[in-house]
């Protein structure tokens, strides 16, 4: 008898996590759709109505899986950052002298940018539109990349890997040049992502002070 109790726990523990890898993947594809619609048209243009046509589904099954519009916003948002903060945590966390950890941050912090292009001209676009409790969940996740960027930045000046006159200032100019390239980035270009995170690596690597040897180094580390 126990067996059969247990071979049953076993196949319902299976079923239950077959169906929320399913309440997954829909979950994701409505994202998905969420995403290029908030991106083209503007968050406050969007309807779930236009959502739901653009699945092929109904405005019933967007609801069943999202409360409202605006929990799709959130979570596009919260996600985003939540991925920026363990490119930053990795980074800071890596057993690597300065140069190194910055380098990383940079190429984790560009690449995840360029991937996710379309969020962060959401987020950017549309961040007084998020509830407070969001809002002030994201800035507290931006504090923390802030923190461990500074963090970085301190040890390299501590090491004499960098070079200048104010830690607030330059976390601010290497954070704003990796956070902003969506701005101006277009999949239609030929140069690839890589490339771009290469040239970012440079660009940052030059801001800090980083002398030509050691920066030349570390570019052909990550071309590698």
């Excluded at 490119?87 to 800071?92: D, F, I, K, L």
Aim: a neutral charge.
């Amino acid at each position: 008898m126990a067996w059969k109790m247990e071979t049953m726990a076993k196949s319902n523990d299976k079923a239950t996590a077959l169906r929320n890898d399913i309440l997954a993947i829909k979950r994701e594809r409505i994202l998905s759709e969420a995403v290029d619609l908030f991106y083209e048209n503007g968050y406050l243009s969007t309807n779930v109505d236009a959502i739901a046509q653009q699945l092929g589904a109904t405005k019933p099954f967007v609801y069943y899986h999202f409360k409202s519009k605006i929990e799709l916003l959130s979570d596009i948002c919260s996600r985003l950052m939540l991925e920026a903060l363990d490119v930053a945590e990795a980074a800071a966390g890596a057993e690597l002298g300065p140069v190194d950890k910055l380098a990383q941050f940079t190429v984790g912090f560009t690449k995840l940018v360029l991937e996710r292009h379309k969020h962060v001209s959401i987020y950017f676009r549309e961040e007084l539109n998020l509830p407070e409790d969001v809002k002030a969940a994201i800035s507290g996740m931006r504090r923390k990349i802030d923190h461990r960027l500074r963090g970085i930045l301190k040890e390299g000046l501590q090491t004499g890997d960098f070079y200048f006159s104010s830690v607030a200032v330059a976390s601010q100019i290497v954070s704003g040049m990796v956070s902003y390239s969506f701005a101006w980035y277009d999949e239609a270009r030929p140069m690839s992502k890589d490339a771009i995170s290469r040239q970012m690596l440079e660009q940052v690597l030059m801001s800090v002070g980083v002398d030509r040897a050691r920066l030349e180094e570390v570019q052909r580390l990550h071309s590698a």
